[in-house]
């Protein structure tokens, strides 16, 4: 048997690399401001090459009120992650589905690490802008408290000011985390397996 | 410690006095009122039930209020100018007021009324006419703004207006006050020879889409010079009339109330608009002269436009005959209602004790047998036994308009006597009465006038106030007061005071509006040929100075307003004499979120911008110096910071007109 992996393995791996599709249809992360004044909430939601509203003027909305604090502007054209992104992505699709064709467990494995790798990194990225949004605030800036951050939440709620941020994942990231568990469960079965020729 | 004792029997006393006070307080609110005021009470961030639209009659607007609360939720500016928010002030909605005597600041506002599909109220839009200068608005519910205006030639006093048919198809206007048609100075004492009433129908335009061109007159009946003083127009069987009461058919011109209400008997004019369109079909309408003005808002750009329209389609009942007739019914007739079963039709007999309600079925039955007991200008009167379905005996004094609920029952409304009475149409036998304080005029129930009443309220609403509320000097607010009908017995619920004088209403479950409801206009959608969508387009464009031959000079400034700063807001290069014209645009795309404009010394108003919009306010600087703008609305924290300034100088100073904003500035080459 050796380096090849089983046809349910290489489904499973197929499966996993055509779920990542679903992250160029949905958004990865959803971000919602309430306040008093907000009763209807503002939403934003990160896609893997955008940034959105969640109604049609929500991300114009949050960028004016985020200048009273000296917060830059959300503007998903500066952020370079976004433009890379899809490609990662595709990277991992094809890349899943050459393991599923070839059924080398070696690709499997390089494909089930670098996908963790990959997630680590993402999401210490994500925090590594909000700490920068948070933080990195216009000096000018009208209402400043002494010792004031407004970084969001990475997961839960955070009270900011007046408004109270909740940060989850949304429907894209689902996919992504569904493919890497069937990937992983591809991969951690060849653990598992019931030695050979026990029967005999 | 006597002196301690003292106070410390008079702090007990005081104890005891506080605690039997708020007993004794809540004990007063009997068990009826705690019902009543559950039945009213909506709880803070909670709604309405439906949207009443009252008249506000002298102040001519429409008041937008909740029930059951009574809470008042809007002032719909109409016919009058209303410098709250730069309606009939800025140079968009200036238009919107023009006739043909020229711009008019003020009217009368009587009669609002619901656009109607299958004779139900559909929420799209609300009519309502002016009385003084005969005139029929349109107000779009989507944004709860007057879009457009007609006028109405050939008339005097638009009281029976602005009534709609079952699918909205017309809405009519018509003349309390006869005149010389068309005007003449005649000696008024020959008032027989020269007047002359008009019925007119306004086609209307139902098609989908955003436009607001949608009114245009489509006919005028020429008709006997009497006072037509309301109207409503029939549904189901009796689709294709509309009813018309008169008064004053003894013709005076002077001392009416004596002189008008001599006759035991006035009419109700029947009128057949189908036939009217046939007779129109036929080429029996003649083409008359006349002005009258045309005004709509552009949607695209919010402009309103104003039209002057110069004929009018007239028609004479003895060249169409079938269109019209007479149905005499006593006296002095004000309220003219049909069931929602479109079979009978009210009168409200204002000087006759009696009530009288027609059948539909006689009245058509009556003009085949040609049962008629006389002819005025080729309008046949019909027999008063032929049509009518029965009389409601001793019913009120003073009985004027009458509604119905879902139930089959009607109420009428009884000004000297001051109640509302409840009765069975069909067998005209009375139900229940109940006082109203003080002195109704109209009633209104939610879909009470249509074929779908939501019969569960009554607003009564009443002309006379006196005590009911705390007093305000001798000029009082007029009162509504809320009747519960839900139940055999009507039961007093509310009272709430009104803005202006609300003649009538109507009402419509909130949720057949609400959904429709716009919340911001779209930046994006905004074609106004001043709009500046960004701050940069404001800096870009930033002003503008032409002058024309003989030195004239206008300027025109672009503005953007966004929380919490205009672009720009430093400008220079003003002079004296120069007219400005500042188009500021509200570049915000957020829920209630609406910036004020207002400049040091302006004759007009401030304008109350929406988020998307553009509004100008027009500014004439009579001196030079520096002069102050700020915007009006608390829009933010940093509200008070947003403000600019001015620079006017002498006619013949030599200051480059330049703009700027924080360290961006530009001039003009």
């Known amino acids: ?200 | 410690m006597k002196g301690r004792g003292l106070k410390k029997l008079a702090l007990a006393i005081f104890a005891v006095a506080g605690v039997g006070g708020l007993v004794f307080s809540k004990a007063k609110l009997s068990k009826e009122w705690q019902d009543a005021a559950l039945k009213t009470y909506v709880p803070p961030g909670e709604h309405d039930e439906f949207y009443a639209f009252l008249s506000g009659g002298f102040n001519g607007q429409i008041g937008v209020y909740g029930l059951p609360s009574g809470r008042l939720i809007k002032i719909v500016p109409v016919f009058s100018v209303n410098p709250e928010n730069g309606y009939g002030y800025s140079e968009e909605t200036k238009n919107l007021l023009m006739t043909s005597h020229g711009f008019i600041p003020w009217d009368d506002t009587h009669h609002p009324q619901l656009s109607q599909t299958n004779g139900v109220p559909d929420g799209r839009w609300i009519f309502i006419n002016a009385n003084n200068t005969p005139r029929i608005a349109r107000i779009d519910l989507s944004e709860f703004r007057t879009v457009e205006i007609i006028e109405i030639p050939n008339s005097a006093g638009n009281h029976p207006s602005s009534f709609v048919t079952a699918n909205t198809e017309y809405v009519t206007a018509a003349t309390r006050f006869s005149i010389p048609i068309p005007q003449k100075d005649y000696p008024i004492e020959e008032y027989k020879k020269w007047a002359k009433g008009t019925i007119t129908f306004i086609k209307v335009d139902n098609s989908e889409g955003e436009h607001n061109n949608r009114m245009s007159i489509a006919f005028q009946l020429l008709v006997p010079g009497y006072d037509y003083d309301l109207a409503h127009c029939g549904k189901g069987p009796s689709h294709g009339w509309c009813f018309f009461t008169s008064y004053n058919t003894e013709q005076a011109h002077t001392l009416l109330e004596i002189n008008a209400s001599q006759r035991d008997k006035d009419f109700i004019l029947a009128v057949n608009w189908k036939r009217a369109e046939e007779c129109i079909a036929q080429g029996k309408g003649k083409k008359m002269e006349t002005v009258y003005y045309h005004n709509y808002i552009d949607p695209e750009t919010g402009i309103a436009k104003s039209e002057k329209k110069t004929e009018v389609l007239v028609l004479t009942p003895k060249e169409c005959p079938g269109v019209a007739y007479y149905l005499p019914t006593p006296k002095s007739p004000h309220g003219v209602d049909v069931t929602p079963d479109g079979k009978y039709i009210i009168g409200g007999g204002k000087l006759s004790i009696n009530q009288p309600i027609h059948s539909f079925e006689k009245m058509i039955k009556a003009i085949q047998n040609k049962e008629f007991a006389g002819e005025i200008e080729g309008i046949p009167i019909l027999k008063y036994e032929s049509i009518l379905h029965c009389e409601v005996k001793n019913l009120c004094l003073g009985p004027l308009h009458t509604e119905f609920d879902d139930k089959g029952y009607a109420y009428t409304s009884c000004f000297i006597s001051s109640e509302v009475v409840k009765y069975d149409p069909k067998t005209c036998k009375i139900l229940d009465r109940i006082p109203v304080y003080y002195s109704i005029g109209h009633l209104m129930i939610p879909g009470g006038d249509s074929a779908k009443p939501w019969g569960k309220y009554l607003i009564a609403m009443n002309k006379i106030t006196k005590d009911r509320y705390l007093p305000t000097g001798p000029e009082l607010p007029h009162a509504a007061q809320l009747i519960d009908i839900s139940g055999e017995k009507m039961k007093m619920l509310l009272d709430f005071p009104t803005q202006g004088e609300p003649h009538y209403a109507q009402a419509i479950p909130a949720s057949l509006v609400k959904p429709k409801v716009k919340k911001i206009y779209e930046l994006e959608k905004n074609k106004h040929p001043h709009a500046v969508k960004t701050e940069e387009e404001a800096m870009k464009r930033g002003v503008v100075r032409k002058c024309d031959s003989n030195g004239k000079c206008e300027v025109h400034i672009y503005l953007t307003a966004i929380r919490s700063h205009f672009t720009p807001d430093n400008i220079e290069g003003v002079k004296v004499g120069d007219t400005v014209y500042f188009h500021v645009t509200n570049i915000e795309q957020d829920w209630d979120i609406p910036h004020g404009f207002a400049i040091f010394g302006a004759k007009n108003s401030n304008i109350l911008i929406m988020p998307g919009e553009t509004l100008t306010l027009k500014w004439t600087p009579q001196k030079p110096g520096v002069y102050p703008f700020y915007c009006t609305d608390f829009c933010s924290a940093l509200h008070q910071e947003m403000q600019g300034y001015i620079r006017v100088s002498p006619k013949d100073a030599d200051v480059k007109l330049c703009w700027s904003l924080g360290d961006q500035k530009r001039c003009a080459e």
């Open chain 1, 1 to 200: 048997m050796g380096d090849k992996l089983r046809p349910f393995q290489r489904l499973l791996i197929a499966l996993a690399s055509l779920l990542l599709l679903g992250v160029y249809f949905f958004p990865l992360w959803y971000i919602k401001l309430w306040a008093p004044q907000y009763p209807e909430w503002l939403g934003m939601f990160i896609w893997v090459n955008t940034i959105t509203g969640e109604n049609p003027h929500d991300l114009y909305n949050i960028n004016i009120l985020n200048h009273y604090i000296g917060m830059q502007e959300i503007n998903p054209d500066i952020v370079p992650e976004l433009k890379i992104l899809p490609f990662i992505f595709a990277f991992f699709i094809i890349f899943g589905l050459i393991v599923a064709i070839t059924g080398k467990k070696k690709l499997l494995k390089i494909w089930v690490w670098s996908f963790i790798i990959f997630g680590v990194l993402a999401i210490a990225d994500f925090w590594w802008w909000e700490y920068r949004y948070g933080h990195n605030l216009d000096p000018r800036a009208p209402i400043k408290i002494p010792g004031g951050a407004y970084q969001p939440p990475l997961l839960g709620c955070k009270q900011l000011l007046n408004f109270k941020a909740c940060s989850f994942p949304a429907r894209g990231a689902y996919f992504a985390v569904a493919s890497l568990i069937l990937g992983f469960t591809a991969y951690i079965m060849d653990f598992f397996k019931k030695p050979e020729g026990r029967l005999t």
